[in-house]
């Protein structure tokens, strides 16, 4: 079986509808781990990935034919790179994607001279918190949250998706 060639490069404004089914696509794995109102979640708002687009806060990994199949949303909050939402595609799961994504928001960050990655994340889901120690992210004590983070642990309160434990994480930038 020949690999299928991956790349990652800037998401553009005209994919955002493929980048929302990747995340619904994505979410649908949570029923698997007795999650479904996590899976019931609206993808992010249609606006709101147009506008990371357009501001370079949207990297996707393309599939031989250029069409998205992974995707990493972003910004930077008090002062690290802050992974916003990072979803593969389960047909394209387990072949390295989001570890890549993941290295090139390393590269992105190091560009900016930001010191640490950060996200956000389900603590006991196997491919949420467990994957991302075994990418070199610790968890973040709530005391190191700063107001950037503290108001996004805040607004995920708010929508109900702390149902199960969650806490932050962070990274330093390698180089």
């Known amino acids: 079986m020949t690999a299928v060639p991956y790349r990652i ?6 994919e955002v509808d493929v980048v929302r089914a990747i995340e619904v696509a994505a979410a649908l794995q949570f029923r698997e781990v007795g999650l479904p109102e996590i899976a019931a ?5 249609r606006q709101e990935v147009m506008l990371r687009a357009r ?12 069409r998205p199949v992974a995707f ?7 002062g690290t790179l802050h992974i916003e939402e990072l979803d593969v595609h389960p047909d394209h799961a387990r072949r390295g994607l989001g570890a890549a ?11 900016r001279g930001l010191p640490d990655l950060t996200l956000s994340t389900f603590r006991d889901v196997p491919w949420n918190a ?5 990418l070199g ?33 962070r990274r330093p930038v390698t180089g």
Do not use: H
Not at 41 to 45: H, I, M, Q, V
Not at 101 to 111: C, K, N, S, T, W
């Open 9 to 14: 490069r800037p998401g553009r404004s005209d």
């Open 101 to 111: 994504l993941i290295e090139r928001l390393d590269a992105v960050a190091r560009e």
């Open 130 to 134: 467990p994957y991302y120690a075994r």
């Open 72 to 78: 990493a949303l972003f910004s930077e909050i008090d």
């Open 41 to 45: 979640l609206d993808p992010a708002e």
């Open 55 to 66: 501001q370079g806060r949207l990297l996707v990994t393309a599939d031989a034919a250029d």
């Open 137 to 169: 992210f610790v968890p973040m004590p709530d005391e190191d949250l700063g107001p950037g983070l503290a108001a996004i642990r805040d607004m995920i309160a708010g929508k109900g998706i702390d149902i199960i434990p969650r806490l932050f994480m």
